[in-house]
């Protein structure tokens, strides 16, 4: 794990992180949420819908991704102010590491690291501007639960010796996270659209 550059290992981390309980059994909820249409609608949506779904997409993607990046261009920032403090730091910091890794594990269990914010109030709607305020509303909702993954790929980004590296690897990790959301969307899309044709061909 070592010899893994940095930026992969950060995208890895974000692929962790989509697949995490709960993130990933939430994934439609939030395609209907942002596309400001139900599941039951999006299987058998017509062209136009999809167009908006995977548009939404994006921009919910993009808000998520401002959160995390920011998050790394700031644990950069803190990490050079206290970079005197370098050795005692990295002290800490690999015990966080190791806290959270045996947490992953299951060897122990953090409670609050299992809760998120579900966010109820946050309104959708079939809109980019919507969809980008909801993905900037849910990656803070996202942070308990990922917490761990998310902290150590920080930890990461604090010891880069550049604000431009911390949001780099920030953004790897964004990446990770985006591009099985993505997937997930197109997925939705097309087998609406393949419903819609079915349906439509049954009734010629």
């Keep these: ?109 953090i409670n609050a690291l299992y809760s998120d914010k579900r966010l109820h109030g946050v309104k959708g709607g079939a809109s980019p501007i919507g969809a980008f305020l909801v993905g900037f509303a849910f990656a803070f909702g996202w942070t308990p639960c990922i917490g761990p993954i998310l902290g150590a790929i920080l930890t990461m980004a604090a010891a880069q010796g550049s604000v431009r590296q911390g949001a780099g690897l920030l953004s790897a990790y964004a990446l990770g996270l985006a591009v099985p959301f993505l997937l997930a969307a197109i997925l939705v899309s097309y087998f609406g659209l393949q419903r819609r044709a079915w349906q439509q061909g049954g009734k010629d």
């Design 1 to 109: 794990m070592s010899n893994i550059p940095l930026p992969i290992a950060a995208f890895a981390a974000g692929v962790l992180s989509f697949l995490s309980p709960c993130v990933l059994p939430l994934v439609p909820g939030y395609i209907s949420l942002i596309s400001g249409a139900s599941v039951e609608t999006l299987q058998g949506a017509d062209r136009k819908l999809l167009r908006s779904v995977m548009l939404n997409s994006l921009t919910f993607i993009l808000g998520f991704s401002v959160v995390f990046i920011s998050l790394g261009a700031v644990a950069t920032g803190v990490g050079q102010v206290t970079q005197r403090y370098h050795r005692e730091l990295a002290i800490i910091a690999g015990i966080v590491v190791l806290i959270f890794g045996l947490h992953l594990t299951g060897i122990f269990k």
